[in-house]
């Protein structure tokens, strides 16, 4: 199993890239895990304490569940990939059974971050938009789909979403041995990434 991590900061457009890579390949080849489903459980939290959570933190991500969960898969085991809801900033007692295959690929803000993680993908990517075009990304998307009104958002990213990415997230694109510019759709280099993937699932 190739395990392809794709990182970057919040609204650079990995969920984007995701899926303009899988779009016409092979659906029961390449199978997708997503950080975002393994943020910690906070069911022992109210609402109201779980929105004032620092979600761009390593720590607030169970990355012992997601290196088991790769290990199952790269094992030949299928697993239960939990749900995440960003309206109830929480897991929801539903999951996915997500099944091996030739190819998963693991995409997060913050999976470079961690040196398990990072030491089982096989190719590492770093999606790149300039900060501006990122907040006005986000901005729009929490706004309209995740719950958040603008004041809560400018103040978020103030105060949490750029210090943690200063800090945690912009360090990790040193270990990219790719870095996908995103400030406009860059199909060039979706096919590229599509092309590898190509040839190794033509190799088995
Ligand atoms: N290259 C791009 N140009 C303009 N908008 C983009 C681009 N890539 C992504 N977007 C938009 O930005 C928002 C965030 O993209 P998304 O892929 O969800 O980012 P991420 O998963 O990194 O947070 C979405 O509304 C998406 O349609
Ligand atoms: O309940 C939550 C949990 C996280 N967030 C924010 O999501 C982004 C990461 O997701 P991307 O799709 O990669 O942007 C992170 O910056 C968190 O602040 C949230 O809004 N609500």
């Known amino acids: ?14 969920t984007t890239v995701v ?36 979600f761009d933190h390593p720590n607030s ?12 898969l790269k094992a030949g085991e299928s697993v239960e990939q939990p749900v995440y809801s960003f309206l109830e900033c929480n897991r929801i007692q539903k999951t996915i059974p997500t099944h091996p295959r030739k190819v998963m690929i693991v995409e997060g803000i ?17 999606v790149h ?12 998307r929490d706004v309209n789909e995740r719950g958040w009104n603008l004041n809560e958002t400018l103040e978020n990213y103030q105060n949490v979403i750029k210090p943690m990415h200063d800090q945690f997230i912009e360090p990790t694109k040193e270990y990219a041995d790719i870095i996908i510019p995103n400030n406009k759709y860059n199909t060039v280099a979706v096919e590229i990434v599509r092309s590898i993937i190509n040839e190794k699932l033509a190799e088995a």
């Open 1 to 14: 199993m190739l395990i392809i991590g794709i990182a970057g900061g919040t609204g650079c457009g990995k």
């Open 19 to 54: 899926n303009q890579i899988i779009n016409e390949l092979p659906k029961n080849e390449v199978g997708v895990i997503s950080q975002d489903a393994y943020y910690n459980d906070l069911s022992h939290l109210t609402l109201e304490e779980r929105r004032k959570t620092n």
């Open 61 to 72: 991500i169970d990355f012992n569940l997601l290196e088991k969960h790769l290990k199952a």
């Open 110 to 126: 913050l999976i470079l971050t961690n040196s398990e993680i990072r030491n089982m993908c096989d190719i590492k990517i770093f």
């Open 129 to 140: 938009a300039d900060t501006d075009e990122r907040l006005i990304r986000r901005l729009k």
